[in-house]
């Protein structure tokens, strides 16, 4: 019988003798990890826009808006989405009760218009009055950053 435990179980074969720990392989983590960082900036992306396409006017220098703000996206055929959400608001009642909600929840709130290209003016000017009669003053216009509308006047 021999002394060490070792000596009797494992072969006295040179190449048993030495156990090495295999190094761990990174690269398939690292992998899953990308791919979850991929997967979570794509699913913030269609969580902001609601997926309705618009054509929505440039502009050259557009001004950063702080604070609460209520989007109102407004397509070409005159739908009117509010703030992401995918089911646009029909009803003249169903958006004002939209902008007073956000009113009572931030009275200093601005609300963005984000009008088709091809929207009607006379719509946008009903809108804007929905939005003051829901008590709202700060009113903006989103437009989308390029060079912007060149619109030449004669004064006769």
């Known amino acids: 019988m021999t002394s060490n435990w070792r000596d009797e179980y ?11 720990i295999g190094a761990v392989d990174l690269a398939p ?3 899953v990890v990308l791919l ?3 997967f979570s900036l794509m699913a913030t992306g269609f969580i902001y826009q609601p997926g309705v396409q618009i054509d929505i006017p440039v502009v050259r220098n557009p001004d950063a808006i702080r604070g609460r703000t209520l989007t109102l996206t407004i397509t070409r055929d005159e739908r009117v989405y509010v703030s992401g959400t995918a089911q646009p608001l029909v009803l003249r009642e169903a958006i004002l009760s939209q902008l007073r909600e956000f009113k009572r929840h931030h009275p200093d709130g601005v609300v963005i218009l984000r ?13 804007v009055e929905m939005v003051r ?10 437009g989308a950053l390029g060079e912007s509308y060149q619109t030449t006047a004669t004064v006769d």
Do not use: Q, T
């Open 133 to 142: 009669e829901a008590g709202l003053r700060r009113i903006a216009f989103g």
């Open 115 to 127: 009008a088709d290209s091809n929207v009607r003016h006379g719509f946008l000017l009903s809108l």
């Open 36 to 38: 979850l960082v991929i």
């Open 10 to 20: 494992v072969p006295s074969m040179p190449w048993h003798r030495s156990i090495s």
């Open 29 to 31: 983590v690292l992998n």
